[in-house]
């Protein structure tokens, strides 16, 4: 029943559970990450809870701003690759 509820709320209000699974950056994410003054645990907050705008692409709005990834899923290694990062 707990659950039902939640799913209720999600579709209310567009939440959407957190997303699972390992994450890793490559080296282009990871220059555009330290270029933006940004931090892995942002990134990591930003493919959690952010929103899929499009296809392999999530975006989370913050107070002041606003930050992007694309990804790509590796099925034999079983993670997420972050292959860009941007921010407005």
């Known amino acids: ?3 039902f509820i939640k799913d209720i709320l999600r579709l209310l209000f567009g ?3 957190p997303r699972e699974g390992k994450i890793v950056l490559t080296r282009r994410a ?3 990450m330290l270029n933006n003054g940004l931090y892995p645990e942002l990134i990591k907050d930003v493919f959690k809870y952010g929103m899929e705008v ?3 692409v999530i ?4 107070s002041n701003y606003t930050v992007g ?12 690759r ?3 990062i941007f921010k407005n």
């Not at 694309?70 to 290694?77: L, Q």
């Open 30 to 32: 990871t220059n555009e």
């Open 15 to 17: 939440l959407t559970k």
């Open 54 to 56: 499009k296809k392999e």
């Open 59 to 62: 975006v989370k709005k913050y």
């Open 69 to 80: 990834l694309y990804y790509k899923y590796d099925g034999v290694e079983d993670e997420y």
């Open 82 to 84: 972050v292959t860009f």
């Open 1 to 3: 029943m707990k659950e």
